[in-house]
T-cell receptor, first 112, second 115 residues
Framework: AQSVTQLGSHVSVSEGALVLLRCNYS??????LFWYVQYPNQGLQLLLK??????LVKGINGFEAEFKKSETSFHLTKPSAHMSDAAEYFC??????????FGAGTRLTVKP | GAGVSQTPSNKVTEKGKYVELRCDPI?????LYWYRQSLGQGPEFLIY????????DSGLPNDRFFAVRPEGSVSTLKIQRTERGDSAVYLC?????????????FGPGTRLLVL
C-alpha cells in the first residue's frame, strides 16, 4: 500500500523567508513522487516530480524538493517566499500501474 | 494547447437525483483519471482508464458511481440517487500514458452540491 503524510495543515511564513513544506511517504516499491499546487478555484498544477533520476528535483516558481529514501521524505522548499506563493500544496505518491495517492494538503500563507 | 476541461463547472442537484459530469482530456492522452476532493482534503482516487477500459475502479465508493469512456477520449462520471455526502469537487486528470512517471494534468473540477 502507498500513502502520503503532510505534516502541518497550515504553514505561515513572512515574505522573503524560507518555505518548508513536509511530506513523508509510504510505498512498498520505489515510488514516483509529486508536488502539486492549487490556487483558489483552480485545478492542480504540477510543481515538480521525482522519477528516480536526480534526488534533488527543481520545479517551477523557484521550488525544489529532495528525495531522501532513508527518511522516506520528499520535503518541498523555496529559499524566499513571495506573496504569490500563497496556495494549497499537495504531495502525492504513485507506484507503477497504480493510482496516485495525495496527502491532505498544506495551506501556505505568506505575510507581508 | 488546450488543457483538460470539465463541464459543468458547478452543479446543484437534489438528493436522489441522477447527475453526469463530463471530462475532456488533453488530445492524445490515453490515460484518464477521476478524483473526488472534499473540503479541506486532498484528492481521493476514484477510477482510471487506459483507453476505453477501466484499468482500476477500486476507488469508486459504491455502486451508485459509474464512469465510462466509450471512445477512449471523453469520459463521463455518473452518480445515481445522489446523497448529500456526495457533495465535493470532482476532478479529472489525463496523462500521456499510464506509466508512473507521467505527469497527470488536472482540469478545474466540477463542484457538486447535493441539497
Amino acid at each position: 500500500a502507498q500513502s502520503v503524510t503532510q505534516l502541518g495543515s497550515h504553514v505561515s511564513v513572512s515574505e522573503g523567508a524560507l518555505v518548508l513544506l513536509r511530506c513523508n511517504y509510504s510505498s512498498s516499491v520505489p515510488p514516483y513522487l509529486f508536488w502539486y499546487v492549487q490556487y483558489p478555484n483552480q485545478g492542480l498544477q504540477l510543481l515538480l516530480k521525482y522519477t528516480s533520476a536526480a534526488t534533488l528535483v527543481k520545479g517551477i516558481n523557484g521550488f525544489e524538493a529532495e528525495f531522501k529514501k532513508s527518511e522516506t521524505s520528499f520535503h518541498l522548499t523555496k529559499p524566499s517566499a513571495h506573496m504569490s506563493d500563497a496556495a494549497e500544496y499537495f504531495c502525492a505518491v504513485k507506484s507503477p500501474q497504480r493510482d496516485m495517492r495525495f496527502g491532505a494538503g498544506t495551506r501556505l500563507t505568506v505575510k507581508p | 494547447g488546450a488543457g483538460v476541461s470539465q463541464t459543468p463547472s458547478n452543479k446543484v442537484t437534489e438528493k436522489g437525483k441522477y447527475v453526469e459530469l463530463r471530462c475532456d482530456p488533453i488530445s492524445g492522452h490515453t490515460a484518464l483519471y477521476w478524483y473526488r476532493q472534499s473540503l479541506g482534503q486532498g484528492p481521493e482516487f476514484l477510477i482510471y482508464f487506459q483507453g476505453t477500459g477501466a484499468a482500476d475502479d477500486s476507488g469508486l465508493p459504491n455502486d451508485r458511481f459509474f464512469a465510462v469512456r466509450p471512445e477512449g477520449s471523453v469520459s463521463t462520471l455518473k452518480i445515481q440517487r445522489t446523497e448529500r455526502g456526495d457533495s465535493a469537487v470532482y476532478l479529472c486528470a489525463s496523462s500521456l500514458t499510464l506509466a508512473g512517471r507521467e505527469t497527470q494534468y488536472f482540469g478545474p473540477g466540477t463542484r457538486l452540491l447535493v441539497l
